[in-house]
Nanobody
Framework: QVQLVESGGGVVQTGGSLRLSCTAS????????MGWFRQAPGQAREGVSC???????????HYADSVKGRFTISRDNSKNTLYLQMNALKPEDTAMYFC????????????????WGQGTQVTVSS
């Protein structure tokens, strides 16, 4: 059974930091590119960041312009875990954050992701 379980969300003040984790099971984690998406109430889902199959320095990454320089995606294939380090958080980062797995590399097109987690809420207060 495929599972993606996000954790690490919470309430933080503007300028604060959070680290999201996504633990995968039921599929070959190191055979999938991974991504983080977010969705705020009343808004469309937005791709945040993605990473290729490799972890460590070999892992290629891509970021949405809105988070570039503030967020860092990483993965540890030995732990089947994806991370998103979020620094300098802004109120507009408030959303439900989802991790997802894709057969395609380095894309923020949600249609190309076939496994999804349930999400973790991030709230940034002003």
């Amino acid at each position: 059974q495929v599972q993606l379980v996000e954790s690490g969300g919470g309430v933080v003040q503007t300028g604060g930091s959070l680290r999201l984790s996504c633990t995968a099971s039921g599929f070959a984690f190191d055979d999938r590119a991974m991504g983080w998406f977010r969705q705020a109430p009343g808004q469309a889902r937005e791709g945040v960041s993605c990473i290729s199959r490799s972890d460590g320095p070999a892992g290629a990454t891509h970021y949405a312009d809105s988070v570039k320089g503030r967020f860092t995606i990483s993965r540890d294939n030995s732990k089947n875990t994806l991370y998103l380090q979020m620094n300098a958080l802004k109120p507009e980062d408030t959303a439900m954050y989802f991790c997802a797995a894709s057969r395609f590399s380095l894309t923020l097109d949600a249609e190309l992701y076939d496994y999804w987690g349930q999400g973790t809420q991030v709230t940034v207060s002003s």
